[in-house]
């Protein structure tokens, strides 16, 4: 078989559709979806078992396992699905590609998706180029979609044919009576084959031809099914390299999950697979061995893939916890979540609230650290650094924006309810804390693009400037600090409040005094007037600051908690 340079190429170029698409799908959902699809996805996977049912009913319908898992990965990447979820949903995507194993096997058919993928670009351009933000979301998630498809076909037209040049692998006869060793071997061969081919129904139509011709026995093409479960989860992995942290560990439990059915069907190989051949021979009354070949590999594999799940589906916690301690959650790579509010409501009005409460002080903190990035913003040096850190600013402000919405959005169902004045009071007083500690992030946001724009332009300020900017700094970041102390106060009084109107007036009076020197000093030429215009967007971005921070502490003192 000739396979050049230039087809290695396509090769990896349709590798990298492939991630394209899977990158815009996934900002698309970030984007559009919103509440609606998370609480559509969390209703189908409230528990294990839905979770279960709801991978084996998408992998059904689509036909490819791999498909399924990769837009599980982009939906935890989205954060529209929990990990625990996913692995849920995973497990059922194993059992669902088993109905393709069936239709290979009795028609050898195989529904290509990826023959949609330009008709729906025709349906997205419209939606693309719209004025509206929601329809051009879902527009990104539609050609994000069709790529990722266009990605996967690609990925199989362009690796070496081997489905089509069986002969090539004629060479295995030679390790065929080597007991249980040719087993793990073959196992082997599927996996990488299926890595190879990217597509685990490919790697079984290559093992009925190898069965078929008799180059191996039920036995080694049953080694070839299991490997192929391994190799499947190479797509998940190659989808999760540009994802985040949690995308990354769902494509890690849909390794262990395989790794570990794998294992335990191995040590009980023999007896497992004899029971799946009496079951085609004597209870489906199928005794021509060509054709009994093909059904005792679909039998297996569903055999395999069911008994799995059911064996895996009471360790969900455990591959959960497994994996995140194999992949630790990095500094920057912080995960968009609400880690107190759920998807139901509380039992009573009292304990939703008190939830809430809990929620918005995750969410202040949030904000000081936010304002410690811009701090380490100020003296960076170097650019890649900077651009790290000022990504993880607008990371937080857009997961501000989110938090802010939901916890809004819980609070106003949480006043729907049965509620006494002094709830409905209370209530009031946290939507007024969400908005200001939003506005904060607001701020936080504005610092960070003040500072980028005094790089891009080359602005350089004087030591004088830098120490005033570091006094202003460090008076807003005493305010935060205060904030959050009082946050977690039980017992606040009124009295609580004097401290933070004594920073906040030092954070006024002081950006008073900035600016009446700030232009002296341009008269005096001690800097440029462009230098100013950075240096007192920072001050003013400073004291509005600090205002929405006493905001905030007002709010928490009306409460009297």
Same mark, same amino acid.
């Given at each position: 078989? =000739?396979?050049?340079?230039?087809?290695?190429?396509?090769?990896?170029?349709?590798?990298?559709?492939? !991630?394209?698409?899977?990158?815009?799908?996934?900002?698309? #959902?970030?984007?559009?979806?919103?509440?609606?699809?998370?609480? @559509?996805?969390?209703?189908?996977?409230?528990?294990?078992?839905?979770?279960? !049912?709801?991978?084996?009913?998408?992998?059904?319908?689509?036909?490819?396992?791999?498909?399924?898992?990769v837009m599980v990965v982009s939906f935890v990447n989205a954060g529209l699905l929990t990990l625990t979820q996913s692995i849920g949903v995973i497990m059922g995507a194993n059992i669902g590609t088993t109905v393709t194993a069936w239709i290979i096997s009795a028609l050898g058919f195989k529904v290509d998706i990826s023959a949609f993928a330009l008709p729906l670009l025709a349906f997205a351009i419209p939606l693309f180029f719209s004025g509206k933000s929601s329809r051009k979301s879902v527009g990104e998630f539609i050609f994000g979609f069709s790529f990722l498809f266009m990605g996967l076909a690609n990925l199989k037209n362009n690796a070496p044919d081997l489905s089509a040049n069986p002969d090539m692998l004629a060479f295995v006869q030679n390790y065929?009576?080597?007991?249980?060793?040719?087993?793990?071997?073959?196992?082997?061969?599927?996996?990488?084959?299926?890595?190879?081919?990217?597509?685990?129904?490919?790697?079984?139509?290559?093992?009925?031809?190898?069965?078929?011709?008799?180059?191996?026995?039920?036995?080694?093409?049953?080694? !070839?099914?299991?490997?192929?479960?391994?190799?499947?989860?190479?797509?998940?992995?190659?989808?999760? #390299?540009?994802?985040?942290?949690?995308?990354?560990?769902?494509?890690?439990?849909?390794?262990?999950?395989?790794?570990?059915?794998?294992?335990?069907? !191995?040590?009980?190989?023999?007896?497992?697979?004899?029971?799946?051949?009496? $079951?085609?021979?004597?209870?489906?009354?199928?005794?021509?061995?060509?054709?009994?070949?093909?059904?005792?590999?679909?039998?297996?594999?569903?055999?395999?893939? @069911?008994? /799995?799940? $059911?064996?895996?589906?009471? $360790?969900?916690?455990?591959?959960?916890?497994?994996?995140?301690? @194999?992949?630790?959650?990095?500094?920057?790579?912080?995960?968009?979540?609400?880690?107190?509010?759920?998807?139901?409501?509380?039992?009573? %009005?009292?304990?939703?609230?008190?939830?809430?409460? +809990?929620?918005?002080?995750?969410?202040?903190?949030?904000?000081?650290?936010?304002?410690? &990035?811009?701090?380490? #913003?100020?003296?960076?040096?170097?650019?890649?650094?900077?651009?790290?850190?000022?990504?993880?600013?607008?990371?937080?402000?857009?997961?501000?924006?989110? &938090?802010?919405?939901?916890? %809004?959005?819980?609070?106003?169902?949480?006043?729907?309810?049965? #509620?006494?004045?002094?709830?409905?009071?209370?209530?009031?007083?946290?939507?007024? %804390?969400?908005?200001?500690?939003?506005?904060?992030? =607001?701020?936080?946001?504005?610092?960070?693009?003040?500072?980028?724009?005094?790089?891009? $332009?080359?602005?350089?300020?004087?030591?004088?400037?830098?120490?005033?900017? =570091?006094?202003?700094?460090?008076?807003?970041?005493?305010?935060?600090?205060?904030?959050?102390?009082?946050?977690?106060?039980?017992?606040?009084?009124?009295?609580?409040?004097?401290?933070?109107?004594?920073?906040?007036?030092?954070?006024?009076?002081?950006?008073?005094?900035?600016?009446?020197? /700030?232009?002296?000093?341009?008269?005096?030429?001690?800097?440029?007037?462009?230098?100013?215009?950075?240096?007192?967007?920072?001050?003013?971005?400073?004291? +509005?600051?600090?205002?929405?921070?006493?905001?905030?502490?007002?709010?928490?003192?009306?409460?009297?908690?």
């Open positions: 078989m =000739d396979y050049s340079f230039f087809d290695l190429l396509r090769l990896i170029g349709s590798l990298a559709l492939f !991630l394209y698409g899977m990158k815009i799908m996934s900002e698309g #959902l970030q984007k559009f979806a919103g509440d609606s699809l998370r609480k @559509i996805l969390t209703a189908m996977t409230t528990n294990r078992v839905t979770g279960v !049912l709801t991978g084996v009913l998408i992998t059904a319908l689509i036909q490819s396992s791999s498909a399924t898992t065929t009576d080597m007991g249980f060793f040719s087993i793990l071997l073959f196992l082997f061969i599927g996996a990488i084959l299926t890595m190879i081919v990217q597509a685990s129904a490919a790697t079984m139509a290559i093992t009925l031809i190898m069965c078929a011709n008799g180059w191996i026995d039920y036995h080694l093409g049953v080694a !070839l099914v299991l490997g192929e479960n391994i190799g499947t989860t190479i797509t998940a992995n190659l989808a999760a #390299l540009t994802a985040n942290t949690q995308a990354r560990r769902a494509a890690l439990a849909h390794l262990m999950f395989n790794l570990f059915g794998v294992a335990w069907v !191995l040590i009980v190989f023999y007896p497992f697979t004899g029971a799946v051949s009496w $079951f085609v021979t004597h209870v489906m009354k199928i005794t021509d061995p060509a054709v009994a070949v093909s059904f005792k590999l679909a039998a297996f594999h569903t055999a395999f893939n @069911i008994s /799995n799940t $059911f064996i895996m589906i009471w $360790f969900v916690n455990v591959i959960e916890k497994t994996v995140c301690g @194999i992949i630790r959650t990095k500094q920057e790579d912080e995960e968009y979540r609400l880690s107190y509010i759920t998807g139901g409501m509380l039992s009573t %009005a009292e304990l939703s609230i008190l939830q809430a409460q +809990k929620e918005i002080t995750l969410f202040a903190e949030r904000t000081t650290k936010m304002f410690g &990035m811009v701090k380490e #913003l100020l003296y960076e040096k170097d650019e890649n650094n900077f651009l790290k850190t000022y990504s993880r600013v607008e990371k937080y402000e857009n997961i501000s924006d989110r &938090m802010e919405i939901e916890i %809004a959005n819980y609070l106003t169902q949480v006043a729907e309810g049965r #509620l006494s004045s002094e709830g409905k009071e209370e209530i009031r007083v946290l939507l007024r %804390a969400v908005s200001e500690i939003e506005s904060i992030a =607001d701020s936080c946001n504005n610092l960070a693009r003040s500072i980028k724009r005094r790089n891009e $332009f080359k602005s350089v300020f004087t030591e004088e400037q830098n120490n005033h900017i =570091d006094q202003m700094f460090k008076l807003v970041s005493s305010a935060l600090d205060r904030m959050n102390a009082i946050m977690h106060k039980s017992d606040l009084n009124p009295n609580d409040i004097n401290e933070s109107y004594n920073i906040e007036n030092e954070i006024n009076n002081y950006r008073n005094q900035l600016k009446a020197r /700030n232009i002296e000093d341009i008269n005096n030429k001690l800097y440029q007037y462009q230098d100013g215009v950075y240096y007192m967007d920072m001050v003013s971005e400073s004291e +509005k600051l600090g205002d929405y921070v006493i905001n905030v502490v007002q709010a928490l003192i009306e409460k009297k908690i």
